[in-house]
């Protein structure tokens, strides 16, 4: 596709359940990330990936949150027994890896996550 | 460690005014920064970026910010709103080679 696409664009959900959702960068885009934007708190860093390796994963709030990368390509960010402040809208944004291309992240529209 | 404050969660003009997002940033080293725009239900684009030189920085759909280094400011403008500028607006700094840290956004709203 032309640009970076995520699945579903919405989820609910039960608290306790767990939840996948997927992104799927633009063709060619080594660098991928997760974000999380909740209202008022603006884009909170979640995890980068380097092609299938994640060298930051520092933002995961809690080991309920995992996330991986197959073929260099599409990635699944899961989120286990979720809770109600696992409501948000989770962003996926990729870029080329190419150095001096830090800005030209480009995002997907999201996917919004509400938890009952 | 680079951060960046907006100040303003909510910003509402008339159709035709000025448009004026408030951003000041925090770094030990020259800054790198950026403001995205994000349309209702669209991811964000890139409306302009300061890496060196010039201070004054036109980007995209008519806006500019300026970097000024004695306030610690990247302030963003329009000199006449459109309906179509109706978003909500994020600044942004440089961290490292791949990361960016965001500000907690400014929602524009636009009054006919």
């Known amino acids: 596709g032309a640009g970076v696409s995520q699945s579903p664009s919405n989820k609910v959900t039960e608290k306790g359940k767990d939840v996948e959702l997927r992104c799927d960068p633009i063709s060619g885009h080594t660098a991928l990330y997760w974000y999380r934007q909740s209202l008022g708190q603006g884009l909170e860093f979640l995890i980068y990936?380097?092609?299938?390796?994640?060298?930051?994963k520092s933002g995961l709030p809690s080991d309920r949150f995992s996330a991986e990368r197959t073929g260099g390509s599409v990635s699944t960010l899961t989120i286990q027994r979720t809770q109600q402040e696992d409501s948000a809208v989770y962003l996926c944004?990729?870029?080329?890896?190419?150095?001096?291309?830090?800005?030209?992240?480009?995002f997907g529209p999201g996917t919004r996550l509400t938890v009952t | 460690a680079q951060s960046v404050t907006q100040l303003g969660s909510h910003v509402s003009v008339s159709e035709g005014a000025l448009v004026l997002l408030r951003c000041n940033y925090s770094?030990?080293?020259?800054?790198?920064l950026f403001w995205y725009v994000q349309y209702p239900n669209q991811g964000l684009q890139l409306l302009l970026k300061y890496t060196t030189g010039a201070t004054l920085v036109k980007g995209i759909n008519g806006f500019e910010a300026e970097f000024k280094k004695s306030e610690t400011s990247f302030h963003l403008t329009k000199p006449s709103a459109h309906m179509s500028d109706a978003a909500e607006y994020f600044c942004a700094v440089r961290l490292n080679d791949y990361k960016l840290s965001f500000g907690a956004g400014t929602t524009v709203t636009v009054r006919a």
């Open positions: 770094s030990s080293v020259p800054p790198y």
């Open positions: 990936f380097q092609g299938n390796s994640a060298p930051d």
């Open positions: 944004a990729s870029r080329s890896g190419l150095a001096g291309t830090l800005d030209e992240q480009y």
